[in-house]
């Protein structure tokens, strides 16, 4: 395995069960899961005390740490204020589950745009609640991750390059995910050369232009390996979550808007354990050839 490199990944894809989640990661050999779903409830309902009874104690028994907090923070309508207050106060809760299960990221979104609307006449909004959100992580000493995810104004590379540089801070960072980006009809090459000096975490999903529909990785039109090949020549370092999206799983229902789940085919494997462990397997080919050329 490459050194500093870790494999993490949203165990909730496995089951909606946390026990069953940490099993699974165990048995693969897996060190890190990223938290999303807990025995059926999303993270972002959970309380720091309800952390440290009903899911710490299962994370030493299996001794699998949080590579980082899949939060719902930003997955809300940009002109909805008060569900922004609301989500204030649930990511101060987030840092301090954060730092509690000693991780230092949370993912979060850059909200849902109006249907129709032109996502670019919202961007002094979107920045102005960002920074907000970037305070409240500067004062936990924990690092925003912004992923580029479809419907949000975040989706495409050049707005993601736009928030990356307006929000301006050490405590906001972004997510790369190929899959978003092939949804988006976007060229994840392109993307990758716009955003590499601000990419600190990566998420393992692979999708093809046609159909939208998410595969394997490795053979969708993410060029997920010859990117990888890149950022680890470019001195990339910490974690590769799998997310890998190949049958429908309870937790989908928080995260997309209704139209955004005939993505998956649910065809690919017969349960999330097994998707799961096909996406491990397949980004550890991935990896095993991206070491043997580094060694050659």
Not at 70 to 96: H, N, R, W
Not at 250 to 259: G, P, S, T, V, W
Request: hydrophobic fraction near 40%; aromatic fraction near 10%.
């Amino acid at each position: 395995m490459l050194k500093n490199i870790a494999i993490s990944g949203f165990s909730d894809e496995i089951s909606s069960d946390l026990e069953t989640q940490l099993q699974k990661v165990n048995e693969l050999g897996m060190n890190y899961i990223s938290l999303r779903g807990i025995d059926g409830e999303n993270i972002g309902q959970f309380t720091v005390e309800k952390i440290k009874t009903s899911v710490l104690p299962k994370l030493k028994k299996w001794n699998i740490g949080v590579s980082s907090i899949g939060s719902p923070i930003g997955k809300i309508y940009i002109e909805d204020d008060a569900a922004f207050q609301e989500q204030l106060t649930v990511l101060k809760t987030m840092c301090e589950i954060a730092n509690e299960l000693n991780c230092q990221y949370i993912r979060i979104f850059s909200f849902y745009i109006p249907k129709e609307a032109n996502f670019d006449d919202y961007e002094s909004q979107v920045i102005s609640k960002l920074k907000q959100f970037a305070e409240i992580a500067a004062q936990h000493n924990v690092i925003l991750l912004h992923e580029n995810e479809k419907d949000i104004f975040g989706d495409i590379a050049r707005r993601c390059k736009v928030i990356l540089d307006k929000v301006g801070s050490t405590h906001f960072k972004a997510i790369f995910d190929f899959a978003n980006f092939v949804q988006c009809g976007e060229d994840t090459q392109a993307c990758y050369e716009l955003l590499s000096q601000h990419i600190e975490y990566i998420h393992i999903k692979d999708a093809v232009y046609e159909d939208s529909v998410n595969v394997v990785c490795g053979t969708g039109d993410g060029q997920i390996a010859s990117i990888l090949e890149q950022a680890i020549d470019a001195g990339y370092q910490g974690f590769l979550t799998l997310e890998p999206h190949l049958v429908v799983f309870d937790a989908i229902k928080d995260l997309e808007l209704e139209h955004s789940t005939e993505t998956i085919q649910n065809t690919a494997a017969k349960d999330g354990a097994e998707g799961y462990q096909m996406q491990y397997e397949a980004l550890l080919d991935i990896l095993k050839i991206i070491e043997f050329k580094e060694n050659a």
